[in-house]
C-alpha cells in the first residue's frame, strides 16, 4: 500500500475514534483506553509522514470502461497499462540517473527500475507495483523520486499544452513513446484513472484523458543524425552528460552514446575539452500540436577540427566551389610550402 493510503487510512480510523470518544459517556475503563488508542494512531500518522516506506510503490486504480467494478480489468487493457507504465519509470530512472540511453534497447542498470504486481486494492480496481525487495536504498529512493515524476508527466498531460511542453523539456525524449502509448491505452477505455504514488494522487476524469489523448497524439518525435563543427566544453563521466557549443549556436547538453566506451570518453576529456572539433550528434525532437519543439541530444562520436594552413588558398569561395578530382587524376607528387 502506498503511504497517501495508508495514511488515509490511518485518518479515517482517528476520525472515527474521536467520534466515537465524543459521543460515549465517560467510562473509568473504556475512555482510557479510547484517548490511548487515538495517541497511538496520533503517534503513527507522524511517523508515516515523518519516514514514509522505503518500498518504491504505485497504486493504478481504473472504474468503468474496462474495469468490471471491483472484480476484473480487461486483459489487454491491463497488459497495455502495465507495459508502458513500466517503460516509462526504467526509461526515466536510466536517463535522470545514468545520463545516456539508446534509441532502443536495454538500459543501463535496467534491474534496478523492474517492477512486480504485487496487490490488487479494491477502491475500484486497482493494481498496485512495487519492488518486491529493496536491496539498495538509494536505488530505491531514486527508482521512488522516478515514479512521482512519471506521475507528474503524466499530470500534465491533461492540463493544457504549455505545461505538457514544459514537462516535456524535463525528460529525455525516449519517454515520450511509453507516455504515448500509456495514455492511447487509458483513452481506449473510455474509463477514468487514479494514480497514487507516494503521497500524490493523480485523478484522471474521461474528459481530461480524451483532452490528453489529442494533446499527445497529435505530437511526434523526429530523430536525426548530423555531424556539427563547434567547441567541446568538457563532459561528467559519472553522469555521462557532455557540453558542446555548435559554431554561430548556444551551448547545449546532451548524454554519451551507450556505443561509447569508458577509455575513449576519458581519451575525449582529456585532449578535447575547449577545443574546436566535429561532433556526430543524434538529435530527438518532440513536436506537439502547437509547433514548440524539444531537442535531445546524443554524442555518438567526437574528433578534432583540422583547420587548413592560412595563405595556401585551400578553401574556395563559396560561389565557386572547386570540383572533386577523380581518384585516377590525383597527383602523387608532394608540394613543399615554398616551391613554386
Known sequence: M???????????????????????????????LLRGHVEDIEDRIRK??????????????????AAFGT???????????????????????SAKNYGKLRRFGRRRREAETQLFLTALPRASFGLQLSQKQVEDFVAATN????????????????????????????????????????????HSSAGDCRIVTG?????????????????????????ETTILPGVFGGLLTNSWQFDFCP????????????????????????HYTSKLTLA???????????????????????????????????TPPPDQPTPPVPPARRPKRKFNLGEE
Do not use: C
Open 143 to 186: 527508482l521512488s523520486d522516478a515514479m512521482l515524476q512519471i506521475s507528474l508527466l503524466v499530470e500534465a498531460t491533461v492540463e493544457s499544452d504549455a505545461t505538457f511542453e514544459r514537462a516535456l523539456a524535463e525528460y529525455d525524449a525516449r519517454v515520450f513513446r511509453p507516455l504515448k502509448r500509456f495514455i492511447e491505452t487509458l
Open 280 to 314: 556526430e550528434l543524434k538529435i530527438s525532437t518532440v513536436v506537439t500540436r502547437t509547433g514548440k519543439k524539444k531537442p535531445g541530444y546524443v554524442l555518438l562520436n567526437l574528433k578534432p577540427l583540422n583547420e587548413p594552413p592560412k595563405g595556401l588558398g585551400t
Open 48 to 65: 508515516l509522514e515523518a519516514n514514509p516506506p522505503l518500498t518504491p510503490a504505485t497504486e493504478l486504480f481504473f472504474r468503468e470502461g
Open 2 to 32: 502506498t503511504p497517501l493510503r495508508q495514511l488515509q487510512d490511518l485518518q479515517a480510523e482517528l476520525a472515527s475514534l474521536k467520534s466515537l470518544l465524543q459521543s460515549t459517556p465517560a467510562d473509568p475503563l473504556a475512555t482510557p
Open 199 to 223: 503521497f500524490h494522487e493523480t485523478k484522471l476524469s474521461p474528459n481530461q484523458i480524451a483532452d490528453a489523448y489529442d494533446r499527445v497524439s497529435t505530437a511526434d518525435l523526429e530523430e
Open 71 to 93: 472484480e476484473g480489468l480487461e486483459v489487454t487493457f491491463a497488459s497495455g497499462v502495465l507495459e508502458s507504465y513500466q517503460n516509462m519509470v526504467s526509461d526515466h530512472y
Open 247 to 270: 559554431d554561430g549556436g548556444d551551448w547545449i547538453r546532451g548524454s554519451l552514446s551507450d556505443e561509447l566506451s569508458d577509455s575513449t570518453v576519458a581519451d575525449w576529456n582529456l
